[in-house]
């Protein structure tokens, strides 16, 4: 039984450096880039659990993800939202559209892991 | 100038003893005012004494200057008795208290 | 006998005795011991200077010719002194409240203040002055006569003694009059001195007469029978001469300068007054006790044809009485002295203070301030005009010959300063009086007088026979003594009665028909209600009349509307007995209250208070609160102006805010990109050194790309704080250009290379070096810079498989044009609005840089004086960069 991360993050060297991490810790890492075509990437790859950046080409983090909860079986995936910017607003923003976890850029590798652990715990339980 | 309506009693004027005060200060100034006037028309008589150029006698210069000088001698004599007066009305004056004179 | 030589010893000596108790009553006076100087005795004997030389010989010569007419001299000023509970005592209260310095002063001020009127009377006053210096300079000049006579070894010579004695008397006044310049004109010295010099020609006359009488004649009874004995033994005045002469000499009593000055200018008390008011004419009395008897004895004694103006000398001289003769000669000297020595100050006074000064002033605007040298100024004034006003008298005794009896030319002086009264009584009686009336009848009477009195008087010097004789271009009705055909009157009632009565007349007409200044009527108000306003009880209707002013007052500060509407609620608040309210305290306190709110709290408690109040206020004063409602005036048209104006800056304002609210929020937006920005590399940098460091068993290779990783990243960081804090600086404006002169050739050369360096992309550029040869005068470094980034953005971004980059340059309109063109796919369209702005990026390539090197572009071009433009239909992106020739040409 394989976990399926997708990652959507421009940033290659972040995207490198948390495909690293959460390969180590056993799951199957897959990475996107765009913003404009997200939302059927993330339909298509069926994944246990989504890492989605904030500032994206094409369409912003804040979009995809309120379309994503528009969709009925989209509801119940954990997505956890990264941003560079820092701001409390971008925080609130992200709440009222559905996240399930935000976290702040430059963030630990242990606190990514346990971000990671906790929501894919929280999944599995419901 | 002052006249008799002045008297007109009224709520803010002060007691009866000081309006028999202003009253007579009223009525000295009056008789100072009426000096002059009478003086002119004592100087004025001379102009009727004939002047000795017709068939009538005229008045000889020593009673004339008995007159004039008679007239001012009286003339000088009233002002010296309205001078004291009119200080003893300003001392009483100084001593009532101003009432309706706007101060600053 | 005394000699020639003694008599002028004498006078020396008595002079400088008078210096001395001037001196010492100065001295006194600044000690604060003088109180005894400023008693009512010293007030009153100060006031006989109206007994001039004149009335010492003159009056003993008018009595031998026509008996009794020269009292009316004596008799016209008894009568103004006994009225001075209404006359006097308001002339000096007014003098004293407004602070006047004399007559001129007195006139301008109460008709607003205005310097023609001062200049008209000051000349009327030193015309009519001039005749009575003449006449002082003629009588001192006749009595040195007499003792010439006697003295057989005197050199005497009459033309040249006259000029002694004016050259003397100018001097005279002018060490006693202007040693100190008081600033409130007052005198104690030379009033100390006057009062002196009446004490001894009161004696000296006294001394005479008792001579005459009980010496000569034996008794009163004898003298009484002597006299009726004499050829003016009976009563015998020409009636109009008697009217006019009391009517004229009460007159100039009032008006003369001199008399003005010790009445009311130098005046310490208003309560002298009633001391004086019986005390002077008592003293005039004494003055005129004595004169028939001399005139009679003279008469009797002396020889057919001897001068009856010197008896006074010459009937002791006659007797053999030599020290009485010298007593008498002092008495003489010491009326002429005084009377010169106050006139002379007075007329000083008003010609510098209205003349001189305000032609000083006005020739000073210029150069600033002018505080320093005023009273140097002033006192060289008053000195040149006693010179001056000395040798008019001089000249004036030249002219008329010296023939003239004493009396008549102090009667042609006094007839030419009563032409002040109607102005001055007007002025002080009738609010209605204006300064057009004044002004026009002030010079009806003056020309009349000059028509009629005194050039005639002259006796040919000035005016021929034939206008004497048959009127102007041989009117008639014009003769200068004759007017309008009426003939056979005495030259000085026909003068009297012309002058003053059209006088009288033009100035109440002209008065009726012209309309007053606010400041006119201000001071039309407080000089005609001056007691309602100070000491004494405020009758009923004297209230009524400072509510009127008050009224007037408010209206003109408030406007008449709301001005009614005001009064009339106080009205209704009193009870309405009237229609105007009473001048209780609790309304003027709320009239203050609103007037403040126009014009300021201080302008309208000194507004009020010179109405009502006891405070009294100087011309100076007054015309500062004129001054201050003109500025108001123009305060509230500026308003108009500021209103429309603060309308206009309230709209800037908002557009300000607004723009401060975008530019807030750019701010925010441009840090929130900062941190983007930082917190970018910061993250992989972040999580690869913790993946370094906590990863166990990562293999060489992975550790050589992860650490190339980390230091890429930390290069982009220097690389953004770098185009950071050059941003900032060009923003800020605080670059400092470091311009120096090449041909953009070399520019080109330098930069291009640079650009290309350390990048594994090709890049074609491609330039026509001919036409680059384009001198420069600018920052060559700052513009390399710009030339970097766009070839640098160009190798970044350029789509084409082989990407070419030209760089034309040409001179277009006064201006090098450079553009840089590649054959990519260039910027959409959408975009292109937005390349030049911060953290803009077009395209996905993240590792180029932060997006702000168009961004320094556009504001190096800025700061160069050029500009750079997205420059669209190129085929692909092209930028052109523009730079001034100006920076070339200024180079050359």
Same mark, same amino acid.
């Given at each position: 039984m394989s976990r399926k991360v997708l990652l959507i993050e421009d940033e290659p060297n972040i995207a490198e450096a948390i495909r690293f991490l959460l390969t180590r810790e056993g799951w199957q890492v897959e990475t996107h880039a765009e913003g404009s075509d997200a939302l059927q990437v993330i339909q298509g790859a069926d994944p246990d659990l989504v890492i989605l950046d904030v500032m994206l080409p094409g369409k912003s983090g804040m979009e995809i993800l309120r379309d994503l909860r528009e969709l009925e079986h989209m509801q119940g995936l954990p997505v956890l939202m990264l941003t560079a910017r820092g701001q409390s607003r971008d925080r609130e923003m992200a709440e009222n559209a559905g996240v399930s976890r935000f976290m702040t850029k430059p963030f630990s590798n242990t606190e990514m892991l346990t971000a990671v652990r906790d929501l894919h715990a929280q999944a599995t339980q419901s | 100038m002052s006249s008799d309506e002045d008297r007109k009693p009224s709520g803010v004027r002060p007691s009866l003893f000081l309006e028999r005060q202003s009253y007579r200060r009223r009525r000295l100034s009056d008789a100072a005012r009426l000096l002059p006037f009478l003086g002119a028309a004592l100087l004025a008589i001379p102009l009727l004494w004939p002047d000795g150029q017709g068939a009538q006698e005229g008045v000889s210069l020593s009673s004339a200057i008995f007159y004039i000088f008679t007239c001012w001698v009286a003339m000088i004599g009233a002002s010296l008795v309205f001078g004291f007066a009119a200080r003893r009305m300003r001392a009483h004056e100084d001593s009532e208290p101003e009432t309706d004179r706007w101060q600053r | 006998m005394a000699t020639l030589n003694v008599l002028i010893l004498v006078c020396l000596g008595y002079v400088v005795l008078l210096f001395g108790v001037a001196f010492a009553a100065d001295r006194l006076a600044a000690a604060g011991r003088g109180a005894w100087l400023r008693s009512p005795l010293v007030y009153t004997l100060s006031l006989s200077i109206y007994c001039t030389a004149w009335t010492f010989y003159g009056a003993v010569g008018n009595a031998a010719r026509s008996g009794l007419e020269f009292v009316t001299i004596y008799l016209g000023p008894t009568l103004v002194m006994v009225s001075w509970w209404w006359g006097l005592r308001k002339l000096v209260r007014v003098g004293r409240s407004q602070r006047v310095t004399s007559i001129a002063d007195l006139i301008s001020s109460r008709y607003g203040k205005s310097n023609t009127l001062a200049i008209c009377v000051t000349i009327l006053a030193v015309l009519g002055g001039t005749p009575y210096i003449a006449l002082q300079l003629q009588s001192i000049t006749l009595s040195f006569s007499i003792f010439a006579e006697a003295d057989p070894t005197g050199l005497y010579r009459e033309g040249s003694s006259v000029f002694w004695v004016a050259a003397g008397l100018a001097v005279f006044a002018i060490l006693f009059g202007t040693r100190n310049l008081d600033v409130n004109e007052r005198h104690h010295g030379v009033v100390t001195a006057i009062a002196l010099e009446s004490v001894v020609k009161l004696f000296a006359l006294l001394a005479v007469g008792a001579f005459v009488v009980w010496g000569v004649a034996g008794g009163v009874g004898p003298m009484m029978d002597r006299i009726d004995a004499s050829?003016?033994?009976?009563?015998?005045?020409?009636a109009g001469r008697w009217t006019t002469f009391i009517f004229l000499s009460a007159a100039a009593f009032i008006c003369l300068p001199r008399m003005f000055q010790v009445m009311v200018v130098e005046n310490a008390d208003e309560g002298h007054l009633r001391t004086a008011a019986w005390a002077f004419p008592l003293y005039l009395l004494l003055m005129s006790l004595f004169v028939v008897p001399i005139a009679v004895v003279g008469l009797d004694l002396l020889p057919e044809g001897s001068n009856p103006d010197l008896f006074v000398l010459t009937v002791p001289l006659s007797q053999g009485n030599d020290w009485l003769a010298m007593l008498s000669f002092i008495g003489g000297f010491s009326s002429a002295t005084s009377m010169v020595i106050v006139t002379a100050m007075a007329l000083s006074t008003m010609v510098s203070n209205h003349v001189v000064m305000p032609i000083w002033l006005s020739m000073q605007e210029g150069s600033g301030s002018v505080s320093g040298d005023v009273r140097n100024v002033v006192l060289v004034a008053r000195r040149v005009s006693i010179a001056v006003i000395m040798a008019l008298g001089y000249y004036y005794y030249r002219l008329s010959g010296g023939g003239a009896a004493l009396a008549s030319i102090g009667l042609i002086a006094f007839a030419g300063i009563s032409q002040i009264l109607p102005a001055l009584v007007g002025g002080l009686f009738w609010r209605g009086a204006t300064r057009t009336g004044a002004l026009v009848g002030l010079s009806v009477g003056f020309l009349l007088w000059i028509y009629t009195l005194l050039l005639p008087g002259m006796e040919g010097a000035l005016m021929s026979e034939t206008v004497l004789q048959?009127?102007?271009?041989?009117?008639?009705?014009?003769r200068p003594q004759a007017l309008f055909g009426i003939e056979g009157m005495d030259p000085i009632v026909h003068t009297v009665m012309w002058s003053l009565s059209l006088n009288t007349i033009a100035f109440c007409v002209a008065s009726l028909l012209s309309f007053p200044s606010p400041l006119e009527r201000l001071q039309g108000a407080q000089f005609v209600n001056v007691f309602d306003h100070s000491v004494a009880p405020r009758g009923w209707s004297g209230s009524v009349a400072q509510s009127e002013d008050l009224m007037i007052m408010t209206q003109r500060i408030l406007g008449a509307g709301p001005a009614q509407e005001f009064f009339q609620a106080e009205v209704d608040l009193q009870g309405g007995r009237s229609n105007l309210p009473e001048p209780t305290p609790a309304f003027l306190e709320r009239l203050e209250r609103e007037l403040s709110g126009s014009v300021g709290a201080a302008t309208a408690h000194a507004m009020i208070g010179q109405i009502v109040g006891g405070s009294s206020v100087s011309v100076e004063d007054l015309l500062a609160v004129a001054d201050e409602s003109a500025q108001m005036l123009e305060y509230s048209s500026q308003l108009e102006l500021k209103s429309a104006e603060l309308t206009r800056t309230a709209r800037q304002l908002r557009e300000a805010n607004t723009k401060l609210t975008q530019i807030s929020e750019q701010k925010d937006s441009f840090l929130s990109q900062v941190s983007h920005e930082l917190r970018t590399p910061m993250t992989s940098i972040r999580a690869f050194s913790e993946i370094m460091r906590d990863t166990e068993g990562l293999s060489g290779e992975e550790q050589t790309r992860y650490a190339a990783i980390i230091h890429d990243e930390a290069l982009r960081l220097t690389r953004l704080l770098d185009d950071l804090l050059d941003l900032s600086v060009l923003e800020s404006g605080r670059v400092n250009l470091n311009v120096g002169d090449d041909t953009l050739r070399s520019v080109l050369d330098r930069a291009v290379p640079s650009a290309l360096a350390g990048s594994n992309r090709t890049l074609t550029v491609r330039r026509?070096?001919?036409?680059?040869r384009i001198p420069l005068h600018t920052d060559l470094d700052r513009l390399g810079q710009v030339f970097i980034n766009l070839i640098s953005n160009a190798q970044k971004y350029c789509d084409a498989e082989e990407p070419v980059l030209t760089i034309a340059a040409h001179d277009v309109g006064g201006q090098v044009v450079i553009d840089f063109a590649d054959n990519g796919s260039g910027i959409p369209p959408e975009a292109r609005s937005m @390349?030049?702005?911060?953290? *803009?990026? @077009?395209?996905?390539?993240? *590792?180029?840089?932060?997006?702000?090197g168009l961004a320094i572009c556009r504001e190096i071009m800025q700061r160069l004086g050029g500009e750079i433009t997205y420059l669209p239909g190129q085929g692909g992106a092209a930028f052109r960069v523009r730079l001034p020739m100006a920076y070339q040409q200024a180079a050359q």
């Open positions: - | - | 050829e003016i033994g009976q009563w015998n005045v020409d048959y009127g102007p271009f041989g009117l008639g009705w014009l026509t070096k001919t036409t680059e @390349v030049f702005e911060k953290f *803009a990026r @077009v395209g996905v390539d993240k *590792a180029g840089g932060a997006g702000l």
